[in-house]
């Protein structure tokens, strides 16, 4: 009998890593992607990988560019909404803490 070796060709997956420097952005940011994005909202644990050549990496950098006028916006928005608080505090006058002296005499005038 003779040996049949069957050299199988290991499929090479692209993992977060790989596709992050593709795109010249940190893992974790392209996850925050990935899970802003319906199809994998699954609510658990995602393992991110793709077979080199998936037609979902072609149409990721759409994505990425989506997500982050997104997030530019919203980060507007909250920055806005902080200035605006911060305008109404600067209105008011803030108050000194008051001494022990103070203190006492006010505790005076009360009895």
Do not use: C
């Not at 909404?81 to 911060?86: F, P, V």
């Amino acid at each position: 009998m003779a040996k049949t070796e069957k050299k199988e060709e290991k499929i090479r997956y692209l993992l977060t890593k790989d596709v992050a420097a593709i795109h010249k952005m940190k893992p974790s940011k392209l996850r925050r992607v990935l899970r802003s994005l319906k199809q994998f909202q699954d609510g658990g644990y995602t393992r991110y990988k793709w077979e080199e050549g998936d037609p979902f990496l072609a149409t990721l950098g759409g994505l990425i560019e989506k997500f982050n006028v997104k997030e530019r916006e919203r980060n507007q928005a909250r920055l806005a909404s902080l200035k605006a608080k911060g305008k109404e505090k600067k209105g008011a006058k803030a108050e000194k803490p008051k001494t022990a002296k103070e203190k006492e005499a006010e505790a005076e005038e009360i009895v």
